[in-house]
């Protein structure tokens, strides 16, 4: 229908897009909501990571301690004479209510000195063989018959 003069129709001044609403607000808190779930996920993902590595060092250690308490077991029981100096560290590592690092520390207290102190044997052993093995270089240089040695190169 025409207008009439110079009127307009009515509502024909109105933009129809002015009604449109604007749902954005509504997105980004939707993505930020999604966001911190996802940043929850993950913290919650590497809390279980951390845990299962920290529960194989401790069965780690625990082996550890049982490998030197059979190590001190083995030294008490072979060698009586270290015994005194085993048998505290051995009452360390059985002692469940001391702190798994503690005992930890003294299973390497265990492993570690004896085998400094298998060290020290086999320097000392190997010392003893040394010194043998001088005595019979030197007794096998010396002239077999009971006559004077030579005084000089001509002699011989």
Do not use: H
């Not at 996802?38 to 250690?61: C, P, R």
């Not at 702190?99 to 020290?120: H, Q, S, Y």
């Amino acid at each position: 229908m025409a207008a009439y003069g110079r009127g307009q129709t009515l509502g024909s001044g109105i933009n129809p897009e002015s009604f449109k609403q604007d749902f954005s607000g509504f997105a980004r808190a939707a993505q930020m909501q999604a966001q911190g779930i996802a940043n929850l996920g993950q913290s919650i993902a590497g809390g279980i990571e951390k845990y299962g590595e920290i529960k194989k060092e401790q069965a780690k250690q625990s082996q550890q301690v049982k490998q030197a308490e059979n190590i001190g077991k083995l030294i008490a029981k072979t060698m009586p004479e270290y015994a005194d100096m085993i048998n505290p560290s051995l009452v360390i590592l059985a002692d469940q209510n001391i702190p798994l690092a503690d005992r930890v520390t003294e299973a390497l207290n265990i492993t570690e000195g004896f085998k400094t102190r298998l060290n020290l044997e086999g320097l000392k052993r190997e010392r003893e063989m040394d010194a043998l093995k001088m005595k019979q270089m030197q007794a096998s240089m010396q002239p077999a018959s009971a006559s004077a040695p030579p005084t000089s190169f001509f002699d011989q």
